[in-house]
């Protein structure tokens, strides 16, 4: 019966809303001249050592390694746990495979298997094989056909729109030689058939700006990896901290996707029933064994066969997982629960894994044809990378109000407040008095250099986790962001040096002279320059913001103790006096001092502290450092690139 309020229907028909849900995308993405991928796994085995403490290796055993025997499998080393025991499974082209199992099974460790985003590492090893279109995978040619999108959708700038998020992604990923008209036809089409044209012009946001909604973000997050039309789309748990009508709009153009022949691995965790139906395949992990894999549709008959009956109305997603979960909460369940799990495991193994793989094996030799691809691994050149760079990073500095407007206080707070302790100072005859001004020098020496230092500490882990993501996906090389984030950040700190220099040059009265003033701003612009340097190293090197926010003071102290204001040199002992030349500050603040006082310094120094070199040595120094650590931390994030295991 149809019910209606204030004159129109609000009758609510969920089957229908489902229907209408997964009808929504019909037309999502068709493929331009991408190729159908089928992707095979055989005898796939992550292992990882064994951890020290004895509790740990207790619940490695509660099940038998026993596919060691398999032939082909890798044997398992003593000293190792095993993760994955021998996976085998199939998805083609159209198909929607779901990997599911309780928590800690080995669905991310598979997905990344598949997918080549394993973190390379040294202590662990992998055995099997993955085949493409029935051949070994080639990974100068993978990256081109297969996109992963990542779990954490905080990846993206907060500061910009949805349209803006996909077009950059599209200009950084496709060939510089596709027409601009045709990239930019291609994001419209994706944001319409994902359902994104409501909220394209709404920015991303995050806690501090108010963006899109959870699910838009998750869609955002696909379209950004579908602007180069993969043939491949690995998602992990995309539904993750959705609700439920948002999980199941993003499930639905996953499916739709797949419809228009693309082939789709997603993790998943607790599906409600109208997503689980929209899965082609199944694979059932637990304890990182296959206990199912097969059509999502016979999961419930197949474990119906095992003895374990769905009960009606119950969801499947929620019983198979309960069914295939272990219970460590006594002894005895734990016995129980891991009996069930080898049981049902070992009956997968014996009496449906033989008739599925030669299915598998039959088809994939009647299906072998390696994609291949002539595609340059970057889109662009490196002059046109670099430009669209600088142009997203001018767009976003503009937008980084907070950021902005926080600085400008900032800096107009300690310009005033250095002005006033010091007002008037340097217009002193006597130099007794005069000497006082060392101490305005030094505070803004210290000033710029700390404000440049801790500015990076917060605002770099988010940038890292972006750039991170943008590097394995290929969108550009570390050179021409490096390049393009310096030359950016420039005028800016150039900008708020000469803010604060001009208040405090005037309040105080230093030396009237335009050259010492210019002279004065390249000091504490190369100072902040180096700060900064010192901090993204560092920041780099620390990996998180709390190890960054406990190291980089500390180097800003070593600097400051060694900066020649607070200890003079000869007042230190020989075996720790040397350190000071492993200050940047100490070449900046004595440069300065000798650019203020000019032929006075000699008396307006205290004997003991005179500097060794002249200004512009102490100059040439500082650039030096800034340099060296602008380059230090270009190493830094080189060698932090995120590096994946392609031995499969
Ligand atoms: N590099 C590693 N070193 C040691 N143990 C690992 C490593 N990678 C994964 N594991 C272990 O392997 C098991 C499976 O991990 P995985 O992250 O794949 O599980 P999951 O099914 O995705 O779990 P969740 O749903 O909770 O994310 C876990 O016990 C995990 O601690």
């Not at 038998?64 to 080393?77: F, R, T, W």
């Not at 070593?558 to 230190?572: E, M, S």
Request: hydrophobic content about 45%; glycine content about 6%.
């Amino acid at each position: 019966m149809a019910m209606e309020h204030l004159g129109r229907d609000i009758t609510f028909d969920a089957l229908e809303a489902n229907r209408a849900l997964s009808q929504r995308t019909e037309s999502v993405t068709s493929r331009e001249n991408a190729i159908p991928v089928d992707l095979v796994w055989r005898n796939l085995t992550f292992d990882v050592p064994l951890p020290k403490r004895k509790g740990e290796q207790k619940q490695v055993d509660l099940l038998s390694n026993d596919d060691e025997l398999a032939p082909g499998v890798a044997p398992l080393k003593p000293s190792m746990r095993r993760i994955l025991h021998a996976l085998n499974g199939q998805v083609r082209s159209g198909q929607v495979l779901a990997i599911m199992g309780a928590s800690g099974s080995g669905k991310t460790t598979l997905l990344n298997m598949l997918s080549g985003r394993l973190k390379s590492s040294r202590k662990c090893s992998t055995g099997g094989h993955v085949y493409v279109n029935g051949q070994s995978r080639n990974f100068d040619t993978f990256p081109h056909i297969a996109k992963f999108v990542e779990q954490d959708d905080t990846t993206m700038f907060a500061e910009l729109t949805v349209r803006e998020q996909i077009t950059y992604a599209a200009q950084l990923a496709l060939s510089g030689s596709v027409p601009n008209s045709r990239k930019m036809a291609r994001v419209e089409k994706i944001i319409q058939e994902l359902g994104l044209s409501k909220c394209s012009n709404t920015y991303i946001g995050n806690e501090l700006v108010r963006g899109v909604s959870g699910g838009e973000r998750r869609r955002v997050a696909i379209g950004i990896e579908l602007v180069t039309d993969p043939s491949l789309i690995f998602l992990d748990e995309p539904t993750t901290g959705l609700d439920s009508f948002n999980a199941l709009n993003v499930m639905s153009s996953l499916r739709q996707l797949a419809k228009n022949g693309r082939t789709i691995v997603t993790t998943i965790h607790q599906p409600r029933s109208s997503i689980f139906h929209l899965f082609d395949m199944l694979c059932l992990i637990a304890e990182g064994r296959t206990v199912y894999f097969g059509p999502a549709a016979d999961v419930v008959n197949y474990f119906d066969s095992l003895g374990f009956p769905c009960p009606s109305h119950f969801n499947v997603a929620d019983y198979v997982i309960d069914v295939l979960s272990v219970d460590h909460r006594t002894p005895e369940m734990e016995n129980k629960t891991t009996a069930r799990i080898e049981y049902v495991s070992d009956h997968y193994r014996r009496n449906f894994e033989p008739a599925f793989l030669s299915d598998a094996n039959a088809y994939q030799s009647a299906h072998s044809a390696q994609p291949t691809s002539s595609v340059a691994y970057y889109g662009n050149g490196l002059v046109k990378e670099f430009s669209i760079l600088v142009r997203r990073t001018v767009k976003l500095m503009s937008r980084e109000r907070q950021i902005n407007f926080t600085r400008l206080g900032q800096t107009l707070f300690f310009a005033v407040l250095l002005g006033l302790i010091w007002l008037d100072a340097a217009r002193v005859e006597s130099l007794d008095e005069r000497r006082a001004v060392q101490g305005v020098l030094f505070f803004l020496v210290v000033n710029q250099c700390f404000d440049a230092a801790f500015g990076v500490i917060f605002s770099y882990p988010t940038e890292r986790a972006i750039v991170n993501r943008e590097r394995a996906s290929g969108f550009y090389r570390d050179i021409t962001y490096f390049l393009g984030k310096q030359l950016c950040e420039l005028p800016r700190a150039v900008f708020f040096n000469i803010l604060m220099l001009i208040i405090v040059y005037f309040m105080v009265g230093l030396r009237e002279d335009a050259g010492a003033f210019f002279v004065l701003l390249l000091i504490i612009t190369f100072l902040s320059l180096a700060g900064e340097g010192m901090a993204q190293a560092l920041s780099v090197f620390a990996g998180d913001e709390q190890t960054a926010a406990a190291i980089v003071p500390v180097a800003v102290i070593f600097q400051l103790l060694f900066g020649g204001f607070f200890i003079a040199p000869d007042a230190l002992p020989g075996y720790i006096a040397w350190l000071r030349w492993a200050s940047f500050m100490y070449y900046g603040f004595n440069a300065a001092v000798i650019n203020e006082f000019d032929d006075e310094v000699t008396e307006i120094v205290a004997p003991g502290q005179e500097f060794e070199l002249s200004k512009w040595e102490g100059i040439a120094v500082l650039i030096g450092f800034a340099v060296v650590l602008k380059l230090l931390y270009f190493a830094a994030l080189r060698a932090n690139k995120p590096r994946f295991d392609r031995t499969l």
